[in-house]
């Protein structure tokens, strides 16, 4: 994990079964370039972008059946964590971008359509 691989997804083939939905959580593999990022920002997110890209390929190879969702910051969020997302005085307002964030993501059709096949009864 860490620097490697921000989102071991390649750790759920250890599940005796095939999983029907992969839920990931890629804080370091943003989408989207980030307004007047510093350098290092942006390496870190082509890094992040990347690595998951390439576990992603491997999960589906060996289970071609899985629906993956990747959640991933959005640019409010990383306006919020900017410049350094360690810095404790950051927590906070990201933390609550990402719940801002996260609610309008998971409430899209398209996603929304994916979670409703696997996790309502």
């Known amino acids: 994990m860490g620097v490697s691989s921000q989102a071991p997804t390649d ?3 250890g599940s005796p079964e095939p999983l029907d939905l ?3 959580l890629a804080p370091m593999a943003a989408e989207t370039q980030r307004t007047g990022a510093h350098f290092y920002e ?3 997110d082509r890094v992040g972008r990347s690595a998951l890209h390439d576990e992603l ?3 589906a190879t060996e289970w071609p059946d899985i629906e993956t969702l990747v959640l991933r910051p959005s640019p409010m969020v990383l306006s919020a964590m ?3 997302p360690m ?3 950051r927590a906070v307002p990201t933390f ?3 719940l801002a964030s996260l609610r309008s993501r ?3 059709p398209e996603v929304w359509s994916v979670l409703e096949r696997h996790l309502v009864a």
């Open 11 to 13: 750790l759920v083939l």
């Open 22 to 24: 992969l839920l990931i």
């Open 42 to 44: 942006s390496v870190f």
């Open 57 to 59: 390929e491997v999960v």
């Open 82 to 84: 900017r410049p350094n």
């Open 87 to 89: 810095d404790p005085s």
């Open 96 to 98: 609550v971008r990402t």
């Open 106 to 108: 998971l409430a899209r």
